[in-house]
T-cell receptor, first 115, second 116 residues
Framework: DVKVTQSSRYLVKRTGEKVFLECVQD?????MFWYRQDPGLGLRLIYF???????EKGDIPEGYSVSREKKERFSLILESASTNQTSMYLC??????????????FGDGTRLSIL | AQKITQTQPGMFVQEKEAVTLDCTYD???????LFWYKQPSSGEMIFLIY??????QNATEGRYSLNFQKARKSANLVISASQLGDSAMYFC?????????????FGTGTRLTIIP
């Protein structure tokens, strides 16, 4: 089974701090994604990466950056945390295929609170 | 741009009844994929079922089936014989069916509660 592991289930940080959320997958997937989930808004894509050192902005990239130095690891960085970044963050991965969509496999999520 | 609409914020269903969760979509892509995910209260997203836009038959996976009506742009999830463990948030999502663009667009979700 695919395993996507997020480093923390719960995290509390202070405004202005630099925050790192880590995600590791064990299935050699090319694609990795970071989403933010808020009540009534569903999941919104922050950034995704389709290869090592490659990244593309999603729908809400402002205030975030990402890093992918190794294929299995995708980090989300909050450069200067603000209270409006309090949310549930979900990491996902999927293989790249030419002919059909493959489902994305998700981690358990990190519930981040910025005080 | 792609858009997914789930108009039912919450639903209550008696155990053992069938339930239909609505999903409509909008896209200009000629080829796309539709997904349903389940999110229990523990938070993990569980993939349930997939339908490709050119698939002739509706997808089925055990108790889950996808009622795909392409002309109406709807992709409703049907759960037969509901169980207490089906209580969760359900998300409909879509992706362009093109290599190199596997981003998912999600709906806002439906919270399903199964009543004993």
């Amino acid at each position: 089974d695919v395993k996507v592991t997020q480093s923390s289930r719960y995290l509390v940080k202070r405004t202005g701090e630099k925050v790192f959320l880590e995600c590791v997958q064990d299935m050699d997937h090319e694609n990795m994604f970071w989403y933010r989930q808020d009540p009534g808004l569903g999941l919104r894509l922050i950034y995704f990466s389709y290869d090592v050192k490659m990244k593309e902005k999603g729908d809400i990239p402002e205030g975030y950056s990402v890093s992918r130095e190794k294929k299995e690891r995708f980090s989300l960085i909050l450069e200067s945390a603000s209270t409006n970044q309090t949310s549930m963050y979900l990491c996902a991965s999927s293989p790249r295929t030419a002919y059909s969509n493959q489902p994305q496999h998700f981690g358990d999520g990190t519930r981040l609170s910025i005080l | 741009a792609q858009k997914i609409t789930q108009t039912q914020p919450g639903m209550f269903v008696q155990e053992k009844e069938a339930v239909t969760l609505d999903c409509t979509y909008d896209t200009s892509d000629p080829s796309y994929g539709l997904f349903w995910y389940k999110q229990p209260s523990s938070g993990e997203m569980i993939f349930l079922i997939y339908q490709g836009s050119y698939d002739q038959q509706n997808a089925t996976e055990g108790r889950y089936s996808l009622n795909f009506q392409k002309a109406r742009k709807s992709a409703n999830l049907v759960i037969s014989a509901s169980q207490l463990g089906d209580s969760a948030m359900y998300f409909c999502a879509m992706s362009p069916r093109s290599f190199g663009n596997e981003k998912l667009t999600f709906g806002t979700g439906t919270r399903l509660t199964i009543i004993p």
